[in-house]
Nanobody, 124 residues
């Protein structure tokens, strides 16, 4: 079972990249998916989450109105559309699945599996 995150890179401030996270080896269509991010020296922080159907979405205040989370259960993939990027959005972005149904806010310690992370660097 593996989550593969992709779509990161060097992006200018104000840019709009889209991150993807695809599961292989198992389907997670009945579980919530989430995005976290981490910068050096800081703890990993919640960015956004989506419930199993895509009908409920949750965002950190810092990204609300700029990022949009979505999922495609046919493709076993989750997305994070990032708009109006800021230098402070620079981080490694991780995807994960909440297979225990920890609810909202999710319990980071309960999330499994995790993707390997994709670096997003926003240049000013």
């Amino acid at each position: 079972v593996q989550l593969q995150a992709s779509g990161g890179g060097l992006v200018p401030a104000g840019g709009s990249p889209r991150l993807s996270c695809t599961a292989s080896g198992r389907t997670f269509n009945r579980y919530a998916w989430v995005w976290f991010r981490q910068t050096p020296g800081k703890e990993r922080e919640f960015v956004a989450g989506v419930n199993w159907s895509g009908g409920s979405r949750f965002y950190a205040d810092s990204v609300k109105g700029r990022f949009t989370i979505s999922r495609d259960n046919v493709k076993n993939t989750m997305y994070l559309q990032m708009d109006r990027l800021r230098p402070e959005d620079t981080a490694v972005y991780y995807c994960a699945v909440d297979t225990v149904g920890s609810g909202w806010p999710v319990l980071e310690s309960k999330l499994d599996p995790w993707g390997q992370g994709t670096q997003v660097t926003v240049s000013s």
